[in-house]
């Protein structure tokens, strides 16, 4: 999981058909909040957020890949998070990767004094991207 929540992770609130849990970055301390609901039809909906800045530099999709790639040894049938399936979300966090870089690394690039150029599209046919997951048992 690339040290993604090296500071651990605390359970919230748990009950028969949702779990709340708090997960720590090992550095400076942020927390995202991660949540499970099981729907009437044995769906599992997911939300994982952080909860300052607007984007995570891909955290919660490592984070949720790495869990789904768990269960899915467990029999669940669950599709990876990849930036074909949430490109906005990709998109983001690659900006944010990209507009924090450090700039000595660009030194006597082409890239040295210029964000990196990324590719467009409709951002509007992304916003509402839900993950659903559902078991196979």
Known sequence: QSFVDG????????????????????KKGYIDDVEFAI???????VRSSSR???????????????IA???RKNGWSIDEITPKTHAE?????????????DKDRRKGTEVENARLERPSFDIAQYRN?????????
């Open 89 to 101: 979300y990709f998109y983001t966090a690659a900006d944010a990767a990209d507009q924090t870089f």
């Open 7 to 26: 500071g651990g992770f605390k359970v919230m609130k748990e009950t028969d058909s949702y779990l709340y849990i708090e997960f720590e970055a090992l």
């Open 69 to 71: 790639a768990g269960l």
């Open 52 to 66: 300052v800045g607007s984007s995570d530099f891909g955290v919660n999709a490592k984070r949720l890949n790495y």
């Open 39 to 45: 729907a009437e039809d044995r769906t599992v909906q």
């Open 129 to 137: 991207s839900v993950i659903s997951t559902s078991p196979t048992r």
